[in-house]
């Protein structure tokens, strides 16, 4: 579809925000996603968000790294190129620990900025919908997708009833520039 | 944050189940039975002292860990424990008597100048000139009269701020609603207590455990006795509330904050394996005879305990609760913790022992029965607290907070 179109509810408070999102669901109204300006603690369990993969991601890098430095190391030093260091044994695990430890927590970190990156689809140059400017300062967004067969009405008394400041209508064209959202 | 969404029973009172006592005065018993039937048949001096100075100082040092966490979230303002306060409280009166016993037993060591434990007791009995030399250099610190009193004073400010933030936490409750006077008095005294226990805590190792390898010296070995302490301090009050809830009290207490105290067992798990590491990489790394001896010694002779160590207490810990889900699951936090407290009960082993009776361990009645006499004492003292006040403290500022905590 090119366009689309969004019914928007604006909250000021995060409390009523936080009870208002079950309270909307319940009425059979399907959240596209909220959008707020901080991290609100307990609103992804309140939206019914599966939990996120990025941990599982991290792990996977840190495994990643901890293998190739250990693995690397026990290589060089056991059996292509033995070197005799202050009498220590070729094979000397405790010396391999600080490598493998920064290698582990370097891949991880890099691992998971880049799944984060590409979770969330952002880039240089990438564009992001704003909803309404307010959701960078200090409102929040419910927004809700509708078309020819939504009953706007109900949404918007859901909205209202549940304690929003306001409901507005938003048409974005192109959604296709988007849709990798 | 405002208002509260639900509404909150704060009704929370405790009952001592009758087969609970009995359970906790049987192991009590069961366990100094067990203790003197092993003593009996071993009659070996050294390994009934080491075996009494290995558990005391373990079991004081887990309860005193509780005092430490009422004190840490005092002074970092910490809401979302408030609702599970009241078990590291109960803990903590457990102190007094832990470290009653913990002062007679040294005092009895020293004075008696038991040198098969702390060898720094008889310099004039060591053969060996070098190390009578350096432990004469040692002795403006390890001297019994300056070790008496170093020990009175520790263990009696620990069991005064355990007294006494308890105390506090109980006024509290009498007082009128919104009244700020003994949260404001309990984060002051949690304030000086850090102070003092940051220094202390090393120090009595360096008194209690280090100075049994008295050539030795490890500049890691207070940090890492500490930490060993706060996990399984930890483990122990998350066992406690996982007990409780299964009883239905607790009711407020969410996975939530079940999960965070399962973050700390996970974090200074690892915590702990970084300052084993350290203290292991750099002796080995350096290779000094007089510093090697240590592991070495432990390595050679103690070698399923040195490696049963680590898998207990690092590789458990770590792969069992790496998950979200595994931390907020009653059935894996009981396993893991119950765990922690054993492998790290295996560590103060490994730092007694070898020190002591020498080479040829062994793990009879003795060693099991008095953990279990401890134990016996510390649910006996911490239930018969918990009893005693209700389970939310109903006036703590940061009530609501931990009501609606969320991770």
Redesign the interface.
């Known amino acids: 579809m090119a366009s689309k179109k969004f019914i928007l509810g604006i909250f000021g408070?995060e409390?009523i925000l936080?009870?208002a999102v079950p309270a909307i669901q319940e009425k059979g109204v399907k959240i596209h996603d909220v959008f707020t300006p901080f991290p609100i603690?307990?609103l992804d369990?309140a939206m019914g968000l599966r939990?996120s993969k990025l941990?599982t991601a991290g792990?996977i890098f840190g495994i990643t790294g901890t293998s190739i430095a250990f693995g690397f190391m026990t290589w060089a030093n056991t059996f292509n190129w033995r070197t005799n260091f202050?009498?220590k044994p070729f094979w000397y695990v405790?010396?391999y620990?600080?490598i493998t430890f920064e290698l582990t927590v370097l891949m991880a970190a890099a691992g998971m900025v880049a799944t984060f990156l590409y979770l969330c689809r952002l880039a240089p140059g990438v564009e992001k919908i704003i909803m309404d400017p307010r959701q960078t300062d200090d409102k929040m967004v419910v927004a809700i997708e509708i078309d020819e067969h939504s009953d706007v009405a109900a949404i918007t008394v859901a909205l209202k009833t549940a304690g929003a400041e306001e409901v507005n209508e938003k048409h974005i064209d192109n959604w296709y520039r988007y849709k990798i959202m | 944050?405002?208002?509260h969404?639900k509404e909150v029973d704060l009704n929370d009172n405790y009952t001592f189940s009758p087969g609970l006592k009995k359970l906790s005065l049987g192991l009590m018993v069961g366990g100094l039975l067990a203790f003197i039937a092993g003593a009996a048949i071993s009659g070996n001096g050294t390994r009934i002292l080491a075996d009494l100075l290995h558990n005391t100082i373990f079991f004081t040092l887990i309860c005193l860990i509780s005092v430490f966490f009422l004190a840490f979230n005092y002074m970092a303002n910490a809401g979302w424990s408030v609702l599970v306060k009241r078990v590291p409280e109960a803990i903590s009166q457990a102190l007094p008597y832990m470290a009653g016993m913990l002062a007679l037993l040294m005092i009895y060591i020293v004075l008696g100048k038991r040198n098969d434990i702390f060898v720094w007791l008889n310099i004039d009995a060591i053969k060996n000139e070098e190390v009578r030399e350096l432990l004469e250099a040692k002795s403006g610190y390890l001297n019994v009269p300056f070790f008496i009193a170093r020990i009175l004073v520790y263990t009696g400010v620990w069991s005064f701020c355990a007294i006494t933030l308890r105390k506090y936490s109980l006024i509290e409750d009498q007082q009128n609603e919104g009244s700020l006077k003994y949260w404001k008095k309990s984060t002051w005294l949690s304030g000086f207590f850090l102070v003092f226990f940051a220094v202390t805590i090393s120090t009595s190792s360096w008194d209690w455990l280090m100075s049994i390898d008295a050539k030795w010296y490890s500049t890691m070995f207070g940090w890492y006795t500490f930490v060993s302490a706060l996990v399984s301090g930890i483990s122990l009050i998350m066992l406690v509330i996982q007990y409780l809830r299964t009883q239905g009290n607790l009711k407020n207490v969410t996975d939530e904050h079940v999960h965070d105290i399962g973050k700390f067992m996970f974090a200074f798990s690892i915590f702990w394996t970084y300052l084993w590491?350290s203290q292991?990489?750099l002796i080995?790394?350096s290779?000094n005879p007089e510093e090697t001896v240590y592991f070495r010694q432990r390595m050679d002779h103690y070698e399923v305990l040195f490696f049963a160590n680590l898998i207990i207490n690092f590789i458990s810990p770590l792969l069992i609760l790496?998950?979200?889900g595994a931390k907020r699951n009653a059935k894996t936090v009981i396993f893991i913790g119950t765990l922690i407290i054993v492998g790290h009960w295996v560590d103060f082993y490994q730092m007694v022992m070898p020190g002591t009776i020498g080479n040829n361990w062994n793990i009879g009645l003795m060693e099991i029965g008095l953990p279990l006499f401890y134990i016996g004492l510390i649910i006996n003292r911490t239930f018969t607290h918990l009893e005693k006040a209700p389970l939310v403290p109903k006036n703590h500022p940061y009530l609501p907070e931990s009501i609606q905590h969320?991770?």
């Open positions: 408070d409390d936080l009870e603690h307990g369990t939990e941990h792990f202050g009498g405790p010396g620990i600080p | 944050m405002g208002h969404h590491y292991y990489m080995s790394y290779n790496m998950t979200r969320f991770t």
